[in-house]
């Protein structure tokens, strides 16, 4: 498997890792208290952390629908949790050039699921060179990455992550099969479960996405037990009233008693569970 260090920090090495935050940056300071929070708490269980949020959330339900502070005043917020909180950070870009500006201040690009089949804003995000985190599409098999992995990969960039977020499954509901997780590591770069959006309830709520945050646990224990090499989870100080995904989001006192959890069953699964990676995982 690929592996690659962002800021020291091994991602996909021998440690389960994280990527938390915020869905959207709604302030500076919830940014900075859940990326301390949640540095801090990685720090003692030994998992590197990434931190994530989002400067526009591009998709949402509702005309009205808090979107972010925008491209300029997002990427400030994003540098100065880079900078004084000593973490690496993650963001979503929705075009080529979101994707070079983007580049100049996060550590990792990613292609929002919607996104990821389109070819010239997943050649941009490789182009930048910096790691690009590819989410795997609701409506994609995890087979189908290959040909996503193989865009990154012609622009000579493999710092390749991917992340399972659910599929859609009739309307309004994801699910997740968990072979999706060996079967995109066998395509040879880590891979990371996206333990709430898989929650999510896509609109819902009507005008907005709903969630059953109850099956986060589950379902990220599972993944790990599967394989995942990394886990993502939005996090809020108070998910009821976020102002994005809040159905769906883990609470600061959650996010760190479930992780805590995942690094042993991190540990277990990596001794006693079988991981395939035959390239025969690699299609149906």
Not at 26 to 36: G, N
Not at 247 to 256: Q, V
Request: charged share 25%; glycine share 8%.
């Amino acid at each position: 498997m690929s592996t690659f260090e962002v800021l020291g920090n091994p991602v996909g090495k021998d440690r389960l890792f994280l990527i938390g935050g915020p869905c959207v940056l709604e302030s500076e300071a919830l940014a900075l208290k859940v990326a301390t929070f949640l540095k801090r708490t990685c720090d003692e269980l030994g998992v590197p952390y990434i931190f994530k949020s989002s400067y526009d959330k591009a998709n949402r339900t509702a005309i009205d629908s808090f979107r972010g502070p925008g491209l300029e005043r997002g990427l400030a917020m994003l540098e100065r949790v880079r900078r004084e909180v000593g973490v690496p950070v993650l963001t979503d870009v929705h075009s080529r050039r979101e994707a070079k500006e983007a580049a100049r201040v996060v550590d990792i690009i990613q292609i929002p699921a919607f996104l990821v089949r389109q070819t010239d804003l997943v050649l941009a995000a490789g182009e930048t060179g910096k790691p690009v985190n590819l989410k795997k599409a609701q409506f994609l098999a995890p087979w189908d990455m290959a040909n996503v992995v193989k865009k990154v990969e012609s622009t000579g960039n493999r710092k390749i992550l991917l992340t399972e977020r659910g599929t859609a499954f009739g309307y309004n509901n994801l699910v997740v099969d968990m072979r999706s997780i060996p079967v995109m590591a066998a395509l040879g770069y880590p891979v990371v479960f996206d333990a709430t959006h898989s929650v999510q309830l896509p609109g819902g709520l009507g005008r907005s996405s709903g969630g059953q945050r109850d099956f986060v646990r589950p379902l990220a224990c599972a993944a790990v037990a599967a394989g995942a090499d990394g886990v993502f989870f939005e996090v809020h100080e108070d998910p009821d009233r976020a102002l994005c995904d809040g159905p769906n989001s883990l609470s600061l006192p959650d996010a760190g008693e479930l992780l805590a959890v995942l690094v042993e069953l991190y540990r277990t699964a990596r001794r006693r569970c079988v991981r395939g990676e035959s390239a025969a995982f690699a299609d149906p």
